[in-house]
C-alpha cells in the first residue's frame, strides 16, 4: 500500500438537478436537490483511499456542521486528515447545476477557509510530503501554497501529480516541477493554447506541456477516455449508463495516484484512473460514487 499526501480542499456539495440552467433573473422548478461531501482535493483523497492508498489530506476547515461533514467523511473512506479548523471562516461549499437529460454539470465554488491556506501551513506539513511516495494537488486552494507544496515534493524526490482544475494562470516554473499534470480538454487549452477535440491535438498538447517543462502530461478527455502522453488514448471503461459526471475527473485522478503510489506503470495507473472514473459516473454525489478497489479490478477484468 502506497502513501499519498493531497493538498486540496473540502466543499460541501448543494447539488441541484433540473432540465436545464434558468437564465439570469428567471426562477425554474428543480427535479431533485442533494446535500454531500465534496471539493476535488477531498474527492480524490476519498477515492485514492477506496482505491487501496494510505491516504493524507492537507486542508482547513471551519468550526461548523459543513466541517464536520468534511471529517466524517474522511473517517469512513480512510483519509487521515491533517487539518487546521478556524472559527473567523466557514467551510466551503459548492453550487452544482445537473442538467437531468445528460447527467452534465456546472459548479460555482465558494472555498471558505480553504483559501486561507498558506505557505506556512504547507511548511508545517513539509515532512509528511516528504514521506509520500506520490503527492497530488489542484488549483482551489491559494496558489502559493500549492507551488510550494510542489517544490517540497520535488525537492524530496516524491512524485509530483498537479490536476490544474480549474484553470487559472500557473506562475513561472510551476509546470517544471510537476512529473505529471492530468488537465481535461478545457483545461488544458487554458495552458496550451491548443484546442483539444481528438486524438492528434491531444498529441499536440502534450507536446506543448513538456516544453513547459511537463515530466508525463495526461489529458482526461470525458467518455473517451485518457491521452497518455508516449502512449496514446486509453479508452474509457463503461460501467453502465451515466447517471452524473460530477467528480468524474477526481475519481480520475485518485485512481491513478493510488496506482502509481503502489509502482504500477502509468499506462497501469491510467487505466486504473480510466476504470474509477467509470465506476463513479454510474452514481450520484462526488465522493460517495468513489468506487472501491474490488470494484475497479473486477471492471478491468470484464472490460479486456
Not at 46 to 50: E, T
Not at 273 to 276: D, N
Given at each position: 500500500m502506497g502513501k499519498v499526501v493531497i493538498l486540496g480542499v473540502f466543499v460541501a456539495d448543494t447539488a441541484y438537478r433540473a432540465d436545464r440552467m434558468p437564465r439570469m433573473g428567471e426562477t425554474v422548478l428543480g427535479n431533485s436537490f442533494a446535500l454531500g461531501p465534496g471539493g476535488k482535493g477531498s474527492n480524490q483523497a476519498?477515492?485514492?483511499?477506496?482505491i487501496g492508498a494510505d491516504t493524507h489530506i492537507i486542508s482547513k476547515l471551519g468550526q461548523d456542521d459543513f466541517a464536520k461533514l468534511a471529517l466524517d467523511t474522511w473517517a469512513e473512506a480512510g483519509v487521515t486528515a491533517?487539518?487546521?479548523q478556524v472559527g473567523d471562516s466557514y467551510t466551503g461549499a459548492a453550487y452544482i447545476f445537473i442538467e437531468e437529460s445528460s447527467g452534465d454539470n456546472a459548479i460555482i465554488i465558494a472555498p471558505g477557509a480553504a483559501a486561507l491556506i498558506d505557505v506556512e501551513e504547507i511548511e508545517a506539513n513539509a515532512e509528511l510530503i516528504r514521506g509520500a511516495d506520490v503527492f497530488v494537488t489542484q488549483l482551489e486552494q491559494p496558489m502559493p501554497a500549492a507551488l510550494r507544496a510542489l517544490e517540497i515534493a520535488r525537492a524530496a524526490g516524491v512524485p509530483t501529480v498537479l490536476n490544474p482544475a480549474p484553470a487559472a494562470t500557473l506562475p513561472e516554473g510551476m509546470l517544471a516541477l510537476c512529473d505529471y499534470v492530468t488537465p481535461n480538454e478545457t483545461e488544458c487549452e487554458a495552458l496550451t493554447g491548443t484546442t483539444?477535440?481528438?486524438e492528434a491535438d491531444a498529441k499536440r498538447a502534450s507536446e506543448v506541456l513538456r516544453d513547459l517543462g511537463v515530466g508525463t502530461p495526461i489529458?482526461?478527455?470525458g467518455a473517451r477516455g485518457a491521452y497518455l502522453d508516449g502512449h496514446g488514448l486509453v479508452p474509457a471503461?463503461?460501467?453502465g449508463p451515466v447517471v452524473e459526471t460530477t467528480g468524474?475527473?477526481?475519481a480520475f485522478n485518485g485512481g491513478f495516484a493510488a496506482a502509481l503510489s503502489e509502482g504500477k506503470s502509468p499506462l497501469s495507473a491510467v487505466q486504473i484512473?480510466?476504470?474509477?472514473a467509470g465506476i463513479s459516473?454510474?452514481?450520484p454525489g462526488t465522493a460517495p460514487s468513489m468506487p472501491t478497489r474490488k470494484e475497479v479490478d473486477a471492471l478491468i477484468a470484464t472490460s479486456g
Open positions: 476519498v477515492a485514492c483511499a477506496r491533517h487539518v487546521d483539444v477535440e481528438t489529458i482526461t478527455m471503461v463503461s460501467a468524474a475527473g477526481d484512473g480510466c476504470a474509477t459516473v454510474t452514481r
